[in-house]
């Protein structure tokens, strides 16, 4: 192979599948080109990850899967995050993902229309990117688009030479008719005079490739050759063969000023009308699936540790940590595949489910010292399905894992057949509990067949830990709870220690909120409303589809025809209230003892579509908080991303969709405030939302949970995102490939409410968001438990920190990530810097030395090059130094405490006995 000839690659999903295929002759030769630099490997993820839909749990986890493949198998470490082709980018991947990891710069190619013709004229199309707030300057990353700046990724134009390119290749035989040598220098020159002069420094970057390219790479290289030779003869610009490392390292030479930006880059538009905001919904269920076997991998891999740390990672984990790493991929957890891949990308979760299923059962067995006891899993309680507790007539023993650091009280429901019952926890004491009609039992496409009754109750869970719990037949069971239908106007108020919910009788409707520790009240309409699909008008033919949100009216229709029909209950673990909108709309409202939010389980569809109208479901607050056209919504869970009305901080924006236009990506968290109050809403699954929805962008918060629609968007699927059972796969199949056939899909899905003064707020939402990613995993023994609960924590951790990863590596090492909680002046007390003793960490598990990585842990955080790069920049931050970033690697000879400032994590390679 020529030695100047180089390239990249990115997806080690893929990448691994094609190695292990090959023999030792070929893996020597990839090794050699690797070493001679000539192989590179950037972003090394297992995917490409999106970033709009994506939890940072995940998008960490799935890098350093990657990472940890590229280490081992190649000694290397990626330089470079390659995001190409995510619809939209996050702070979240700047800061933390990019930064963090170690990268020196970052690459994509959309960026919305408007923002790239702008920073095109003002040669602003390479920047640095200061993303957080909390982490501040020291998080930055050089940020450049690719695709010549044209608002994709690919070669120049008239540069392709692949099988299905037709753009002419060059002729260097004087000879012949066709030789072109001339014209095609001088195209290329301009090309690249153009690219030059809308950036700065003397360094560009062709980005010579596109998808489904280099089937001909013979063709490719040969006219690639030929290029550089003539445009270099040529003198006025010098080609050559490169990598985006190495175009990184030659632009830090440089002594240029670069412009700044701060914000993230929500949401994409590719042209007006056509706004990518649908996909932050697309396959809701699909999306839900992720992140509920993200809370089981988690715990899981915590098990594991604590159960037996020195005896090394066990193999049949792996399916499950591969197949949560391919399904953040842009076009899988986005909902952006055919119908056909996104049941493959739902069945490789359930096979990584079920091979590491055995391993949380057995770690479980080790750690209450139960041997010959199996553990059985319930992952439909939210349909009333649990096998073990619907047969506990006779009795049944479990185990409550808590993933979280810190102690926390649940409100616990199990499916049941007989009202008959009571919960002891594992020392016989009985605990208040509360027997409750059933939700209605669904599956994904049609009437289930749960238990009649759910057993409630409230437990007290320790720190990183465990409780065993009986559930038995007694005759002090209370009775079952019964509901009570509203009689006409008749207003129902739910009522705790600190939170009052009114639904009034005149509507049927969630009407007014007060929060009683802090005596502030909202008036509000809790309603759901559906937008039309736009199929296309005289303003655009641009359909709404699984990427893009298009709505056919500005004002969405209301689901209920009139006053809706509610039913209530009350009793001592939680009062509830039950309405229906529609035959295919229902949802409860649930207020638990001692808790300061309520809870709000909806379930929509199937999405009629008879009237040939695609829908798009929404649950909209219209409250009286004068939220001055402004919102707050999370980046994939962590740097919360204040956004404006009908505005973009960096462009004028020329708004041509008022509704899609303001949507934004809600993976956990959107709020809307004024002086006295917030409302918080926390959702189960990421979602598009937006509070900027009202008149002048003021009152209103509404979330999307479903999406049925009829038309394809033109962006790739090539199908219409309408979800049913059955899919006609693309084989075989005439005219009726990927057609949908069966029932269409219902969701199932819970939005947290918080609401307090704007100064208390976060104190309360923060903790929120680690209770509904981090659930309590629920453990059925085959027979009986011994009492015994524990947590693995020598203490609790502080209220704003989690272990957020524990897994085991090898046998002699244990991966341990802590995470601060809480975003720079959120709080006056929890946004403060916090410092543990890893040495005095665990219980049960000796820390006998601790080495601080990169976040990926494939680098020693003293070796992180990205780290000692000053790049000169005009403006930027006018955020003070963090004294607490500054602070050198952990020193184990020198001390075992850490201090993790305000949305810090930190990553060790621990060595344990």
Known sequence: INAEYMGVYVEQAFFQRWWREQGQTVRDQVKTLVSNGQLQFINGGWCMHDEATTHYQDMIDQTTLGHKFLLEEFGVTPKIGWQIDPFGHSATQAALLSAEVGFTGLFFGRIDYQDLDLRVKESRAEWIWQASESLGPTAQVFTGLTGSYHGNYGPPGGFCWDVYCNDEPIQDDPRLKDYNVVSRVEDFVQAAYWQGNHTRGSHIMLTMGSDFQYRSAENWYRNLDKLIKYVNEDGRVNAFYSTPEDYVAAKMQESVTWPTKQDDLFPYADGGHQFWTGYFTSRPASKRYVRTTSSFYQAVRQADVLAAPTQGRNPAIEPLAEGMGVNQHHDGNSGTAKQHVAFDYASRLSEGIAQASPIFSDSLAKILKTSGLNFQFCPLLNVSVCPPTEAAGSGVSF??????????????????????????????????????????????????????????????????????????????????????????????????????????????????????????????????????????????????????????????????????????????????????????????????????????????????????????????????????????????????????????????????????????????????????????????APQGGSGLTGPNGNGNLELMVHRRLLNDDGRGVGEPLNETQYTVPYYNCGDRCGRHLGPGLIVRGRHLLSFSSPSKAAARWRPLQDLLYSTPQLAFASGNLPASNGSFLINPLPANLQVMTLE???????????????????????????????????????VVQATETSLTANQLKSKMTNKGVNWKVEGGMSWSERPWRSQPPLDWSVGTQVTLGPLEIKTFLLEVN
Not at 814 to 825: A, D, M
Not at 837 to 842: E, G, I, Q, T
């Open 399 to 684: 185990v409550i894992w808590n993933p979280l650091s810190q102690a926390r009280r649940e409100t616990i429901d199990v499916p049941v057949n007989v009202g008959n019952l009571i919960v002891t926890d594992g020392a016989g004491n009985k605990l208040d509990s509360q027997i409750v009609p059933s939700l209605p039992s669904v599956t994904n496409y049609g009437p289930g067949k749960g238990a009649p009754y759910t057993l409630t109750f409230q437990v007290i869970l320790p720190a990183l830990g465990y409780s065993t719990f009986i559930i038995k037949p007694s005759s002090l069971a209370p009775k079952p709870s019964k509901l009570e239908n509203a009689q006409p106007n008749q207003d129902v108020i739910l009522q705790n220690e600190y939170l009052q919910l009114k639904i009034c009788g005149s509507t049927g409707l969630l009407c007014q909120i007060t929060n009683l520790e802090d005596k502030t009240t909202i008036d509000v309409k809790q309603d759901y409303l559906y937008y039309i699909g736009s199929r296309g008008d005289s303003a655009s033919g641009q359909s709404s589809g699984a990427y893009i949100f298009r709505p056919e009216n500005q004002v969405p229709t209301s689901v209920s025809n009139g006053t809706v029909q509610f039913s209530y209950l009350t009793g001592p673990v939680v009062q509830e209230v039950r309405q229906v909108f529609s035959s295919w709309v229902s949802q409860r409202i649930r207020l638990a003892k001692g808790e300061r939010h309520a809870e709000i389980v909806y379930t929509v569809g199937a999405i009629p579509i008879d009237d040939s109208k695609g829908k798009e479901v929404i649950s909209r607050f219209t409250t009286s908080i004068n939220n001055n056209g402004t919102m707050f919504v999370d980046s994939n869970g962590r740097e919360m991303q204040q956004h404006w009305y009908n505005f973009r901080p960096t462009w004028p924006l020329q708004q041509t969709e008022p509704v899609a236009g303001n949507y934004y990506p809600v993976t956990t968290a959107l709020y809307i405030k004024d002086q006295q109050s917030q409302l918080t809403v926390l959702t189960d």
């Open 808 to 846: 085991k590596v090898d046998t002699a090492r244990v991966l341990l990530r802590l995470s601060h909680q809480f975003g720079i002046n959120e709080d006056p007390t929890l946004s403060q810097p916090v410092t543990v003793d890893l040495a005095n960490l665990f219980q049960g598990m000796k």
